[in-house]
T-cell receptor
Framework: KQEVTQIPAALSVPEGENLVLNCSFTDSAIYNLQWFRQDPGKGLTSLLLIQSSQREQTSGRLNASLDKSSGRSTLYIAASQPGDSATYLCAVGKAAGNKLTFGGGTRVLVKP | DGGITQSPKYLFRKEGQNVTLSCEQNLNHDAMYWYRQDPGQGLRLIYYSQIVNDFQKGDIAEGYSVSREKKESFPLTVTSAQKNPTAFYLC?????????????FGPGTRLTVL
C-alpha cells in the first residue's frame, strides 16, 4: 500500500528566504505526482504536476523535482512572500482510475 | 467561468440523518472524485467515477453512497451508517481516469454532526 509522508509538518521562515518542502513515498511505481496549495478552510489549488517520466517541473517561483528511484519529491519556492503562507500537499497517482494518495501536508508560515 | 462548485459550504446533520453533498463541474471532465479531509491530515478517497453511470469505491467508502447520472454531476450521500462523518469533503475532477491527468478541486463542504 502506497504511503506518502511530508516532513516537516510545519515550517516558519522569514520573508525572502527560499522554501524547501519534502515529500516521500514508499512505492516507486507511480504515474505522476502533484503538488497542491490549500488555504485555511478552502479547497486545493493545483501548483505543479510531474509525470513519472519527468525529473522536474517549473512554474514561476516554483520548481518541483521528482526522483522515483528514491521515492522523493521536493518543492522549491524561491524568494518566499507572506502570501505563500498556506498548507502544501503532495499526492502521488497510480494507474487505475488516476487515484491520488496524499501526504499529510506541510503548513508554511512566511513572516514579514 | 469553468470550474467545480460544491454546495452547501457548511452542512449540519443530526444523528441518524442522511445528507447529500452536491458537486457540479462545467469543465467537461469525464472523471470525478470525492475525498474526505480530517483536521491536520491529508485527503482520503471515498469514491470515484471515470464515466457516467459507473463508479468505484475508494479507500473509505463505508457509510457513503454516490451516483453519476450526468457527466457534470457527482453527488455524495453521507448515510447514518457513517460513524464519524464530521469532516471537510472535497470534490475533484479530471479529463479522464488515466494517470497523466491533473485533478482540479472544488471549494469543499464542511459537514458537522450535531
Amino acid at each position: 500500500k502506497q504511503e506518502v509522508t511530508q516532513i516537516p509538518a510545519a515550517l516558519s521562515v522569514p520573508e525572502g528566504e527560499n522554501l524547501v518542502l519534502n515529500c516521500s513515498f514508499t512505492d516507486s511505481a507511480i504515474y505522476n505526482l502533484q503538488w497542491f496549495r490549500q488555504d485555511p478552510g478552502k479547497g486545493l489549488t493545483s501548483l505543479l504536476l510531474i509525470q513519472s517520466s519527468q525529473r522536474e517541473q517549473t512554474s514561476g517561483r516554483l520548481n518541483a523535482s521528482l526522483d522515483k528511484s528514491s521515492g522523493r519529491s521536493t518543492l522549491y519556492i524561491a524568494a518566499s512572500q507572506p502570501g505563500d503562507s498556506a498548507t502544501y500537499l503532495c499526492a502521488v497517482g497510480k494507474a487505475a482510475g488516476n487515484k491520488l494518495t496524499f501526504g499529510g501536508g506541510t503548513r508554511v508560515l512566511v513572516k514579514p | 467561468d469553468g470550474g467545480i462548485t460544491q454546495s452547501p459550504k457548511y452542512l449540519f446533520r443530526k444523528e441518524g440523518q442522511n445528507v447529500t453533498l452536491s458537486c457540479e463541474q462545467n469543465l467537461n471532465h469525464d472523471a470525478m472524485y470525492w475525498y474526505r479531509q480530517d483536521p491536520g491530515q491529508g485527503l482520503r478517497l471515498i469514491y470515484y467515477s471515470q464515466i457516467v453511470n459507473d463508479f468505484q469505491k475508494g479507500d473509505i467508502a463505508e457509510g457513503y453512497s454516490v451516483s453519476r447520472e450526468k457527466k457534470e454531476s457527482f453527488p455524495l450521500t453521507v448515510t447514518s451508517a457513517q460513524k464519524n462523518p464530521t469532516a471537510f469533503y472535497l470534490c475533484a475532477s479530471s479529463w479522464g481516469g488515466v494517470p497523466d491527468n491533473e485533478q482540479f478541486f472544488g471549494p469543499g463542504t464542511r459537514l458537522t454532526v450535531l
